[in-house]
Structure formats: structure tokens, C-alpha cells
């Protein structure tokens, strides 16, 4: 029984970092308290900044009301790549395979065209998260997942906005979609999961890679192994939270005041200076994302 209250128990606070860093991507909304509360305990420790990222229509309207509302926040906006298949294939038992096409195709186009309207406001700053998942979706979503993140792509050049990338079991299908569409002038990898060597296929295309807990967990040496073939001005840093506490406080729920925990990890793996890495964070986020 302690050990499930331990789990369910936040971490405390880390030691504040001496230079603010910004959380690339968070989901206030999945979270206990209220934005309000995880904002201050976060700047309370360094993280002054945080991008708030929307997965369906109604968490991308809450996004970017939230950072109408508060200056530090700043928005993204998308159908996560699970979300388009659910809206293409949720429709009513019964229907014809033509009729569940139609009606689908109605249904994902209605969506994106009310996350394209919210692209364009001020606040949002990126289009995302998007891309693929072939983790949680079968086979037959994967074409909808494709035509869905295509459309994400041109809708971020077309508004001017950065991109934000999920990537779940599909390196190279990524890849190749974006290459094929031409990515953004500004696309972030969230939640990096690659190797190194796609690490340094991003760099040459000059893509961000923004890194989570699972960079601090002792078993992925890989994840940092692709962290030393980044160059310093494109990584960034993020907790995805509540998901992917760092260690040591894995399995525990997430906030934005734990990215010093994940910043100082990465910076021992880097052999940089807290501060040293913290400035560099700041500043490539704030390019990244345009504001």
C-alpha cells in the first residue's frame, strides 16, 4: 500500500536552474492542479517557459485559450496521429464500407479544418503533434496516419508555424514523409526516440530534437548516444508530462518543474555545465518555436 501511495505521491522540487529553460512540450490539461499552480511551481524552479501541446480538437482549443491567458505559455496545436484513425473509423456500426469512407473522410476533414483555423492564431506557435504511431495503431490506420501528417506539414508551412513530431515505431516512415512534403523550416522531434544515426540524418536537415525521461533512464544508453550526435543548437528539452517522469522518479506523475532533473542529466552526458546547457536550451527554443 506504501508503495502505491509512493507512486502517486509528486516528486519534490528540484534545486532551481541559475539560467530559465523553457518545457518544449507539456499537456497541462492531463494534469493535477491547475495550469495556474503548475505554471508558478515550475518558473518557481527555472521553467519560465512552456509549450502547450494539443492532441484532438477539443485539447487545441484548450491550448491555445491557455496561452491567450498566460504570457509564458505558448501553443501547438494538431491531431495527434492516434486521433485521425478514431475519427476516420469511429463511425456508426452498420454502415456500408462506402458509407464509413465518406462519412470518415467528412469527419477528418472537418477536424483539421478547425485545427487549421486555430493555426493561425498568434498564440499557437506550432503545428503538432503530429507524424506516426505505429505503436498503438494497426495496420489499417497507417495510410489515414500519413494523409493526416501531410496535411499537418502544410498547414505548418503554410501559416509559418514550427512543426511538432511524434514518432512511435516509425523512424523511417517519418522520414520519408517529410522529406517527400518538405519539411518546415522549423520541425521539432518531441520525445526523440531514434538512434544516433538518425540523430545525424535530423541534424543534416537541421531539424530539433527535444528530449525527455527516458534520456535519464539507465538503460538507455542509445537515446544518449543519439544525444552526443546532436549539435547543441538543435536540442531541446521537454517533459511530455504527466508522462515519462525522469529518474529517479520514474512511474511517479510528471509536472514541468522536473525538466532540471532531466537538464542536469543531459548535461552530464554532455560534459557541459548546467548553465552552459540550460542557455543553450533557451535559446534554441525560442528559435524553434518562433517566439
Known amino acids: 500500500m506504501a508503495a502505491k501511495d509512493d507512486r502517486s505521491t509528486p516528486p519534490p522540487l528540484p534545486e532551481p536552474l541559475a539560467v530559465a529553460v523553457a518545457d518544449s512540450h507539456t499537456h497541462l490539461d ?3 492542479g491547475t495550469p495556474a499552480e503548475g505554471l508558478a511551481k515550475a518558473a518557481s524552479v527555472g521553467v519560465t517557459t512552456v509549450v502547450q501541446v494539443g492532441c484532438d480538437v477539443p485539447g487545441s482549443r484548450w491550448a491555445a485559450e491557455l496561452a491567450a491567458q498566460y504570457e509564458q505559455v505558448h501553443a501547438a496545436v494538431a491531431l495527434h496521429p492516434n486521433e485521425a484513425p478514431r475519427i476516420f473509423l469511429g463511425d456508426p456500426d452498420g454502415w456500408s464500407g462506402q458509407q464509413r469512407k465518406a462519412g470518415g473522410a467528412a469527419a477528418l476533414d472537418e477536424a483539421l479544418a ?8 498568434p498564440q499557437v506557435v506550432a503545428v503538432g503533434e503530429t507524424g506516426l504511431d505505429y505503436f498503438r495503431t494497426g495496420p489499417e490506420g497507417v495510410e489515414i496516419q500519413k494523409e493526416s501528417f501531410r496535411r499537418h506539414i502544410e498547414m505548418a508551412k503554410r501559416h509559418g508555424k514550427a512543426l511538432v513530431i511524434h514518432d512511435r515505431d516509425a523512424h523511417e516512415d517519418v522520414i520519408a514523409v517529410l522529406l517527400e512534403e518538405g519539411a518546415p523550416e522549423r520541425t521539432v522531434f518531441h520525445c526523440y526516440s531514434g538512434d544516433a544515426e538518425m540523430a ?13 525521461g527516458p534520456v535519464t533512464f539507465k538503460a538507455n544508453q542509445p537515446l544518449r548516444d543519439a544525444l552526443l550526435a546532436t549539435p547543441p543548437d538543435r536540442i531541446l ?3 511530455d508530462a504527466p508522462f515519462l517522469t525522469p529518474h529517479p522518479y520514474r512511474g511517479r506523475p510528471n509536472a514541468p518543474y522536473l525538466i532540471p532533473v532531466t537538464v542536469r542529466s543531459m548535461a552530464t552526458t554532455l560534459g557541459l555545465a548546467e548553465d552552459e546547457l540550460s542557455a543553450a536550451i533557451a535559446a534554441n527554443t525560442a528559435r524553434a518555436f518562433g517566439y
Open 30 to 32: 492531463m494534469q493535477s
Open 237 to 239: 528539452v521537454e517533459t
Open 200 to 212: 545525424k540524418t535530423c541534424a543534416e536537415n537541421g531539424w530539433y530534437l527535444s528530449f525527455a
Open 114 to 121: 478547425e485545427i487549421d483555423r486555430l493555426a493561425a492564431l
